[in-house]
């Protein structure tokens, strides 16, 4: 009996040393796989901050050295525009000014300002260090009227005047204090669009309207057609789908479809120089019509040698063309 009760003791001393002795392994195999993922982080991370810390130390070089450098000042701003807005207006539409920094402008949010207005079409900005910052516009034309009424403050109702461009961009009136133009001339009349109302319109954006568009075409297809320099434009109405109807200063009423317009534009030629042969003048001719077109005259009386010269809208000419200041 006492020999079987110090042999069961003598075995759990035996059986707590292997114990001890597996928990010491299972320490070690843990220790070995912590300091192995430890090292697969830092070996997968380190590439990373080596390159996080080579670009800060770029940026902070670049900062101190290229876009806080007064060596590259910007101090020659030449403006070039194609139209009438004066250079000194389109700098400050720019928001750039002598002594900005060349490299540190962008120059995608300096092309963005100016293109914001609807007057402007294309902006181009050129760096050329050290010193000078160049700005190319391109100038939208307007070609046409919208005279609308609006609710006045004080509760009474004035007249509003849009402008068009040959794109269908809606602008406002560029403020006379503006443009290189002399102030004390008035400018010629543009012709006026009937037809829209105010929801059509928004400001900054191109009208979308089927029949306007077409009468944008048909004002920049006259000055290239047979009818230029014989009658003036007066209105285009462009309230009946499908159709645009040009009424002319002579009283003239012309109506278009919305394709073809320069084949339509001969035709009037063909119908106005039938009209000198027979004294008379057109009162109205639906073009819209491809055969037989309905023709309405006038008969006046001798016809004048010299027709009429039209009243000229405002146009870029030589003298103002790329005006670099």
């Known amino acids: 009996m006492w020999l079987f009760k110090t042999e069961r003791k003598r075995n759990r ?34 590439p ?43 700098r400050r539409w720019s928001g750039v000014k002598l002594g900005d920094n060349v490299f540190a402008l962008d120059t995608a949010v300096v092309k963005h300002r100016l293109e914001a207005f609807p007057v402007v079409k294309t902006v181009s900005v050129e760096r050329t260090p050290p010193h000078t910052l160049k700005i190319v516009v391109t ?27 040959a794109d269908g961009m809606v602008m406002p009136p560029l403020d006379p204090r503006f443009s290189i133009l002399p102030t004390g001339r008035p400018a010629p009349p543009l012709p006026v669009v009937t037809g829209l109302n105010v929801s059509q319109l928004q400001m900054g954006r191109p009208v979308d309207l089927p029949q306007a568009q077409a009468a944008l075409q048909l004002l920049t297809a006259f000055d290239h057609s047979p009818m230029a ?49 027979r004294s008379a003048t057109i009162a109205t001719a639906d073009l819209a019509v491809e055969n037989n077109v309905p023709v309405r005259w006038a008969v006046t009386g001798p016809v004048p040698d010299q027709p009429p010269k039209p009243a000229v809208r405002p146009a870029r000419n030589n003298n103002i063309r790329r005006r670099n200041v």
């Not at 059986?15 to 430890?38: E, M, S």
């Not at 007066?234 to 009946?240: C, E, I």
Request: proline residues 4%; charged residues 20%.
């Open 48 to 90: 990373f901050l080596g390159l996080y810390l080579l670009w800060r130390t770029g940026e902070l070089m670049l900062g101190r050295f290229v876009y806080t450098n007064p060596d590259f000042a910007v101090e020659y701003f030449p403006v070039q525009t194609d139209g009438v807005i004066a250079p000194e207006q389109l």
């Open 229 to 277: 320099g014989l009658v003036d434009i007066a209105r285009l109405d462009v309230s009946a789908p499908g159709v645009v109807v040009l009424i002319t200063r002579q009283g003239s009423a012309i109506t278009f479809g919305l394709d073809n317009l320069d084949g339509q534009l001969r035709r009037w030629r063909g119908i106005y120089d039938l009209g000198l042969k």
């Open 139 to 165: 100038e939208r034309d307007p070609i046409a009227q919208v005279n609308v009424m609006r609710t006045d403050l004080p509760g009474g109702v004035a007249m509003g005047v849009y402008q068009l461009a």
């Open 13 to 46: 001393r035996l059986g707590r040393d292997h114990v001890l002795d597996v928990k010491l392994r299972n320490d070690q195999v843990r220790a070995n796989r912590i300091r192995f993922a430890r090292n697969l982080f830092l070996i997968c991370i380190a």
